[in-house]
């Protein structure tokens, strides 16, 4: 009778069991580890100060199944890095990194705070309806720790290096005459030698859009501040903006005659955010996608517009916030390391009422942000995972708390990370995306950070690699890894 009725109790138990498993993992079945290659890593540290530019490889025209596809340049930025050694280098990004965290979560609680909210029609001239593509470079050695993408403005058009951003709407560029303009590798750009340039007037609705302005002798003026001592300021005009072989009249540009922050190398920034100033709206394009090169690399993509996301990518819903329209939000399920999901509530990944909360994907960001509950989570869970590996200590690298001795390793397993997507959908980072060097000697250290704002960030270093697709008419992401 007792054997019975136990066998039973067992059977549910192992159901039941079963039911949880399947609920946790759904569809995908993650691995418990991945290699990293430590002796790769460190020698692209060696190697970073030797970018230099080569002027043969702008004339060098590369195959692509684009009509609009434009050159693809075969290094990692414009100048090579001003920085004695790699550690240094690493010490200046995360800098600018905390910087940059700082301005996203103040200009989400403004928005929240604020209720004002500019209206602009869609007036901007487009191209017809075709993919649109431009080269993406990584720009760790220009000083600003963003990537960088080639573009040209004005008629003629003058080719110029801006600072990629999807956490920006308002494209701007450095213009003559310059009260104040930070160092920039290219000449500053004359508005009086392009033949479309024109100012925009107070009245029109580019003008209106703008969150600050002024109006002075009719004219529309312009102010983005960054929250990071950053800011640009000067006259709003349209101007055609050469991306690949299409040119694109009336682009809404600021020409910025009083500009400083964490730009030094390019001439200006293209936002690529969710509002109606940033140049996917302008190029009415319902769908964009990028891929971030890798960051110590000599290496180049592209961005392109009115791409499809491919149907082998990983997908995740896109979200947005009726607060701030700017931010790409996603929906996280959950996190996994080595193959087992943490426990996390749903609610830590999820926006609220308010508009606070939630998981953005931004290009700016370098260090994944993460709920300092989550963050503990994961950092725990990679902890024990790695017991065998000799913990370190990264001298002034505050912002990482988990870090290891990885000289003269060849390469090493670890835990395996992934993010879990609704619908079953998972993303597994490799190696290099989360386990990154902070110096030439082989301290690694483990590339995520915990945040006491409720808004976490997906940053770039976890997005290398990976070409990101935006399909703003279907609110989806997708993630294609090796796609570049």
């Given amino acids: 009778m007792c054997s019975h009725r136990c066998f039973l109790i067992l ?80 010490l200046a990004r995360l800098h600018r990194d905390s910087a940059r965290v700082k301005s996203l979560t103040a200009r989400l609680n403004l928005a929240i705070n604020s209720t004002a909210k500019p209206d602009l029609e869609h007036t901007m001239h487009t191209t017809e309806q075709e993919e649109i593509e431009a080269p993406l470079i990584s720009g760790t050695t220009q000083g600003s720790g963003e990537y960088f993408t080639r573009v040209g403005i004005g008629n003629p058009a003058r080719e110029v290096y801006m600072v990629l951003d999807t956490g920006s709407d308002v494209n701007w560029l450095q213009c003559a005459p310059c009260a ?13 030698s392009s033949s479309s340039y024109a100012a925009l007037s107070c009245g029109s609705p580019q003008c209106k859009a703008l969150q600050v302005s002024e109006c002075r002798n009719a004219t529309c003026l312009y102010e983005v501040a960054y929250g990071d001592g950053s800011f640009t300021d ?27 922050g964490l730009f030094v190398g390019a001439a200006g920034l293209l936002g690529l955010g969710g509002g109606l100033l940033a140049l996917p709206s302008q190029l009415d ?21 009115r791409s499809e996301i491919p149907p082998d990518a990983v997908v995740a819903p896109l979200l947005r916030n009726h607060q701030l329209d700017t931010f790409y939000y996603l929906g996280l399920a959950g996190i996994s390391v080595g193959g087992e999901m943490l426990e996390i509530p749903a609610s830590a ?27 503990d989570s994961l950092r725990d869970a990679f902890a024990r995972g790695t017991t065998d590996l000799e913990r370190a200590e990264a001298d002034g690298v505050a912002m990482f708390d988990t870090c290891y001795d990885l000289s003269g390793k060849a390469t090493i397993e670890v835990p395996s990370v992934a993010f879990h997507f609704p619908g079953g959908n998972v993303l597994a980072l490799p190696a290099k995306n989360y386990m990154i060097p902070v110096d030439s000697v082989g301290t690694f250290c483990l590339a995520f950070a915990p ?5 976490a960030i997906i940053g770039n270093v976890q997005q290398q690699g990976t070409r990101v697709g935006f399909d703003l008419a279907n609110s989806l992401i997708g993630f294609s890894t090796n796609k570049c």
């Fill in 11 to 90: 059977i549910f138990f192992l159901a039941s069991h079963s039911s949880v498993t399947s609920r946790i993992l759904p569809k995908i079945s993650v691995t418990t580890s991945t290699t990293l290659d430590v002796a790769d890593s460190i020698l692209k540290t060696k190697y970073t100060s030797s970018f230099r530019l080569n002027k043969q490889e702008e004339q060098t025209q590369y195959p692509s199944s684009s009509s609009l596809s434009l050159q693809l340049h075969s290094r990692a930025s414009v100048r090579g890095t001003e920085h004695k050694d790699y550690k240094s280098l690493t």
């Fill in 180 to 192: 104040e303009c930070y160092h920039q590798t290219e000449p500053i750009f004359e508005p009086t």
């Fill in 234 to 260: 000067g006259e709003f005009a349209t101007e055609t903006f050469t991306i690949g072989s299409s040119s694109v009249d009336g682009v809404a540009v600021g020409c910025g005659h009083s500009n400083q």
């Fill in 285 to 305: 394009a319902a769908s964009f996608s990028y891929c971030l090169v890798d960051r110590d690399s000599d290496s180049s993509s592209t961005v392109e517009f």
């Fill in 349 to 375: 990944f999820e926006m609220d009422e308010s508009g606070g909360g939630g998981v953005i994907i931004d290009s700016g960001t370098a260090v994944t942000r993460l709920q300092t509950v989550v963050y």
């Fill in 451 to 455: 945040t006491a704002s409720s808004l």
